[in-house]
DNA sequence: CATGTTGATTTGTTGGACAATGGAACATTT
DNA sequence: AAATGTTCCATTGTCCAACAAATCAACATG
């Protein structure tokens, strides 16, 4: 083996010190995930904790700070703490964040997009049902309300996309492209806010949801996913129009 | 509008309490996604921030937590904290726990990898340079070599999937493979241990791995991506011809 | 130049305390 | 009887004061 690295040679690895506080955290998550603790189970109180675990009670609440913000843990209507399988909106604000702060771009977004809107449409054309297709007319009416009215349609547009990804019943796919579509805000604001598509970008965009969902409704897969494709084509094109650069980061969107 | 669900009426929404510790959160996020603190800048210590917000250290503490669980704060060489950005590695081990939880499926798994994976095989075929092509290659060298050794190459097969995801370099990609890819951990082991396919399982997988590379070094993309989704293909069959079923949730690989 | 020593700073942890909230049981009002 | 007020207790949110342990920098020592 020639040019072995030297870090092949280093004998140890670095040892950092773990905080009690971690442990606790890392105890509770153990007894979570082998199923000793399951959804909807209450966790023992602050002081319960702290005496099993043989710690002051400030010190168990950092762990718990911990748990909840990573979603395994929650308030169920009070004060008590429940555990709970974590949700894609409990985690996708954190990730959006994240791209934000590694200045992802546009087209980054509409690249992976491009891979999971369309397949997500198809396999949601497969299992729709009649509730799900009323939920997704509800949404087009709305939208159709609001455009006319001349009122943001946006964040109808990030909803029927959401809708679309929850018919198609994959946790994972839900749980990728959360993050990412909730990045398409900002970049839709700035697209209509262009003169050039105040008027036609919306109306460019009820029309391709229209046609998406007569797709799913006819449970046609791949016309489904044909117009899918061709709404983000025109997504990118409506940016591009407005000459836009693709390559600029995505602005944040303040609370 | 006929039938308008009787929520519309609701005429107050839901107010929670929102706890000091929470607050102090936000507003430091506020300051970091605003720019006012930048990823690098250390944080005031802990007693400085407590005298600004006017709160006991302890509750800021708590605050401190949270902004750490989420990845937006982190320690860098000694205790004080300091302002980074999130990279994908500090969010994956959440949200592959989440999925773990919601009992996600080999199915759901494979099936967001089928969009993932081959498209960013192509695009890594675009924009491959040397020293890449020399990392994928040392992967390969490695894994064959544990391979003829009988030891395990999972963890080398997951580290090629991510090496080809960062040489797409597209930062919303990585972050909604990650997890994902890491479930493939568990399924993997689970395929390997079963009699019919410890010794070829390894073998298909190290022969389209070599594929890949090939494709990539000749900047192939439509090559990569052909053989890596005849690879992913290749990864359900092989669960398939085990007769394990597609739809059982994948198993939770302990720390 | 590598290795102690010292001291100031900061984080991790503890203890005890109290206010505020939630929930349940019960009393009161209409 | 249904809605409203009262009481009490368990639990969480917050504070104050303090100490142990670790880090860093400067300095002293061999």
């Not at 082998?34 to 710690?55: I, K």
């Not at 992802?104 to 054309?125: D, H, N």
């Not at 946006?154 to 990412?180: G, Q, Y």
């Not at 061709?230 to 000459?243: A, I």
């Amino acid at each position: 083996m020639p040019a072995s690295p030297d870090r092949d040679c280093a004998m140890f690895q670095r040892i950092e010190p773990v905080p009690a506080y971690r442990t606790v955290c890392d105890a509770i998550e153990k007894q979570i995930m082998t199923g000793r603790l399951g959804a909807g189970d209450p966790l023992p109180t602050e002081t319960e904790l702290a005496e099993q675990f043989g710690l002051a009670r400030h010190t168990v609440r950092e762990g718990l700070r911990i748990l909840e913000e990573s979603g395994l843990v929650g308030r169920e209507a009070g004060r008590r703490l429940f555990v709970k399988a974590p949700h894609y909106s409990d985690l996708a604000p954190r990730a959006s964040r994240a791209l934000v702060m590694q200045r992802v771009t546009f087209e980054e977004l509409w690249e992976v997009s491009m891979s999971l809107e369309p397949s997500a449409a198809a396999r949601a054309a497969a299992r729709i049902d009649a509730e799900q297709i009323a939920q997704l007319e509800e949404n087009y009416r709305h939208m159709e309300e609001e455009r006319a009215a001349g009122r943001s349609i946006i964040a109808l547009d990030v909803e029927f996309h959401t809708l679309v990804a929850e018919i198609a019943a994959n946790k994972a796919l839900l749980l990728a492209r959360e993050p990412i579509s909730q990045l398409f805000y900002p970049a839709l604001a700035k697209l209509f806010a262009h003169p050039l598509n105040c008027e036609t970008g919306p109306r460019r965009l009820a029309q391709a949801h229209r046609r998406i969902i007569d797709a799913l409704k006819a449970h046609d897969a791949g016309q489904a996913e044909l117009w899918m494709r061709r709404h983000m084509v025109d997504f990118r094109r409506g940016y591009e129009l407005c000459s836009f650069n693709l390559k600029d980061a995505i602005a944040f969107e303040g609370a």
